[in-house]
């Protein structure tokens, strides 16, 4: 069956200190691949999707990049914290959204202070 | 005004009542996701529909294309049934297209 997993569950940072946060998935090959954040009281908002090792759409210009080393590895990056990144963070995947899921991690908390 | 638009926002019920959250949307779309989101944050996907009428369990989920329409029931509510319901609209790309949610609180 397929997981994913996301890691850490929460984080507390301080502002323009660097950010990773790695999301990996298994029992399934060359997934699509997704960075969502939702901040406090919002809804869900896009930040990166990958298709393929090394392809990162970028939907919102931002302080974050996303990058995919490996087929089932997505890394959420940033080389310095802003307060306004603070939020819940969410990796996702996906085969084909018009025929099936998206699974989502259980997402990672992130605090900056 | 957004793509997708849910309602209503919030929604209270008594435990053992009806409950629709309606969901519409201005784009073309391939089809359209129901997602529930926990109080601690986890998102589940309920539904994907590409027309017609789905049901597990006590939830049913419908969509009508022509009207760019869908809705999700709760049948025989419960508070574990509380929790934020999100619908997602898929264009003709692999990206969803989220509404604002639908806040649902079921008090016994």
């Given at each position: 069956s397929?997981?994913i997993?996301?890691?850490?569950?929460?984080?507390v940072?301080?502002?323009?200190?660097?950010?990773?946060?790695?999301c990996?998935v298994?029992g399934?090959?060359?997934?699509?691949?997704y960075?969502y954040?939702?901040?406090?009281?919002?809804?869900?908002?896009?930040?990166?999707?990958s298709?393929?090792?090394?392809?990162?759409?970028?939907?919102?210009?931002?302080?974050?990049?996303?990058s995919?080393?490996?087929?089932?590895q997505?890394?959420?990056s940033?080389?310095?914290l802003?307060?306004?990144?603070?939020?819940?963070y969410?990796?996702a995947w996906?085969?084909?959204?018009?025929?099936?899921?998206?699974?989502?991690?259980?997402?990672?908390?992130?605090t900056v202070l | 005004?957004?793509?997708?638009e849910?309602?209503?926002?919030?929604?209270?019920?008594q435990?053992?009542?009806f409950?629709?959250?309606?969901?519409?949307?201005?784009?073309?779309?391939?089809?359209?996701?129901?997602?529930?989101?926990h109080?601690?944050?986890?998102?589940?996907?309920?539904?994907?529909?590409?027309?017609?009428?789905?049901?597990?369990?006590?939830l049913?989920?419908?969509?009508n294309?022509?009207?760019?329409?869908?809705?999700?029931?709760i049948?025989?509510?419960h508070?574990?049934?509380?929790?934020v319901?999100i619908c997602?609209a898929?264009p003709?790309?692999d990206?969803l297209?989220?509404?604002t949610?639908?806040?649902?609180q079921?008090?016994?």
């Open positions: 397929q997981t997993h996301q890691w850490p569950a929460t984080l940072q301080p502002v323009g200190s660097p950010l990773s946060l790695e990996t298994e399934t090959s060359n997934p699509n691949l960075w954040r939702q901040a406090a009281g919002r809804g869900l908002q896009l930040l990166f999707y298709v393929g090792i090394g392809q990162i759409s970028s939907e919102v210009p931002q302080n974050l990049s996303a995919r080393p490996q087929d089932r997505f890394i959420l940033s080389k310095k802003l307060l306004s990144d603070s939020g819940f969410l990796c996906s085969v084909n959204l018009a025929l099936g899921t998206q699974y989502f991690g259980p997402g990672t908390r992130l | 005004k957004n793509e997708v849910q309602s209503p926002q919030n929604l209270t019920a435990e053992g009542e409950i629709t959250i309606n969901c519409s949307y201005s784009v073309g779309i391939s089809a359209l996701h129901w997602l529930q989101q109080p601690g944050g986890g998102i589940v996907s309920l539904f994907m529909l590409s027309s017609g009428k789905k049901k597990h369990g006590r049913i989920a419908t969509i294309i022509q009207e760019k329409h869908s809705s999700l029931h049948t025989a509510s508070p574990r049934d509380s929790a319901y997602a898929v003709n790309t990206k297209i989220f509404g949610g639908t806040r649902l079921v008090f016994p």
